[in-house]
């Protein structure tokens, strides 16, 4: 059984940077797309960024490209996301993803393949 276990989130100050997380634990996982999503209070779940496996396709969303870097170490079955220049608006619960399929798939946030837990990022002001 595969499982996907976030962790790194926390309480930063806006400007601040925090890097989350995401193992696949169970059978080795390196040939899926994965993908960070994130869901505050209040709202729909939003994809936040992507990646394939070789890294040949790596997306993040409009509000947070340039400031949020998606990456992956196989080795580990970790995908990684390093957010900087952190917004209150960034806060929410953020899951990891993962789907064997397309990006399009991916991005689209319907019913993927496996999530993890949600790890809690708050931002203050």
């Known amino acids: 059984q595969v499982q996907l276990i976030e962790s790194g989130g926390g309480l930063v100050q806006a400007g601040g940077s925090l890097r989350l997380s995401c193992a696949a634990s169970g059978r080795p996982f390196s040939r899926s797309l994965m993908a960070w999503f994130r869901q505050a209070p209040g709202k729909e779940r939003e994809f936040v960024c992507g990646v394939t496996w070789g890294g040949s396709w790596a997306y993040c969303t409009d509000s947070v490209r340039g400031r949020f870097t998606i990456s992956r170490d196989n080795s580990k079955n970790t995908v990684y996301l390093q957010m900087s220049s952190l917004k209150p608006e960034d806060a929410a619960v953020y899951y990891c993803?993962?789907?064997?399929?397309?990006?399009?798939?991916?991005?689209?946030?319907?019913?993927?393949?496996?999530w993890g837990q949600g790890t809690l990022v708050t931002v203050s002001s």
């Open positions: 993803a993962a789907d064997s399929r397309s990006p399009s798939i991916v991005v689209a946030g319907k019913n993927l393949e496996l």
